[in-house]
T-cell receptor
């Protein structure tokens, strides 16, 4: 089955700096890659996702890049703010031919991001 | 407010006891899932259901069972709890024909002594 490795496990940055979290996956058939943010004691929430037909996607201060050849994808957060402090999870899954995913995600181990004011 | 409701929020349980975690969604999503979250291991899929009447095994199904009698409810049962099942359990759902974004419940923290 799919295996997703996520690094680093912890990341500490100063407010305004950029943060990068990297993930690798093992199954070349995976074609859907979401990122979830989980604040302390809260539920995971989707912040951005990317499908294998694109190499990069941006949404304001966050961006995700995908390298299918190398089987890795990364989350980039620019101009970090204290409210970005949370645990971030990458995930991978295989969508069916219709382009939908049944949510059978394989998650990475998580990265604890701390943004210091 | 539309979303997923899980119960109980937390529970302490003696080993060997039976426990059912409840999950109800009101978004008419076709697909539902149960994940467990353990420190350093991320979230791991236990069981899933693509539509009412069908279920499937995830990555860590042993010791757990599920049922999907209707669209809204997806209970998770531990027939005989063991300490290794101490975890936070998240129910989730997605509209499998739409954007495929997982919506998670607030979680159920289970401690097995």
């Amino acid at each position: 089955g799919e295996n997703v490795e996520q690094h680093p496990s912890t990341l500490s940055v100063q407010e305004g700096d950029s943060a990068v979290i990297k993930c690798t996956y093992s199954d070349s058939a995976s074609n859907y890659f979401p990122w979830y943010k989980q604040e302390l004691g809260k539920r995971p929430q989707l912040i951005i996702d990317i499908r294998s037909n694109v190499g990069e996607k941006k949404d304001q201060r966050i961006a995700v890049t995908l390298n299918k050849t190398a089987k890795h994808f990364s989350l980039h957060i620019t101009e970090t703010q204290p409210e970005d402090s949370a645990v971030y999870f990458c995930a991978a899954s295989i969508s069916n031919a219709g382009g939908t995913s049944y949510g059978k995600l394989t998650f990475g181990q998580g990265t604890i991001l701390t943004v210091h004011p | 407010i539309a979303g997923i409701t899980q119960a109980p929020t937390s529970q302490i349980l003696a080993a060997g006891r039976r426990m059912t975690l409840r999950c109800t969604q009101d978004m008419r999503h076709n697909a539902m899932y149960w994940y467990r979250q353990d420190l350093g291991l991320g979230l791991r899929l236990i069981h899933y259901s693509n539509t009412a009447g069908t279920t499937g095994k995830g990555e860590v199904p042993d010791g757990y069972s599920v049922s999907r009698a209707n669209t809204d409810d997806f209970p998770l049962t531990l027939a005989s709890a063991v300490p290794s099942q101490t975890s936070v359990y998240f129910c989730a759902s997605s509209d499998s024909w739409g954007a495929n974004v997982l919506t998670f419940g607030a979680g159920s923290r289970l401690t097995v002594l």
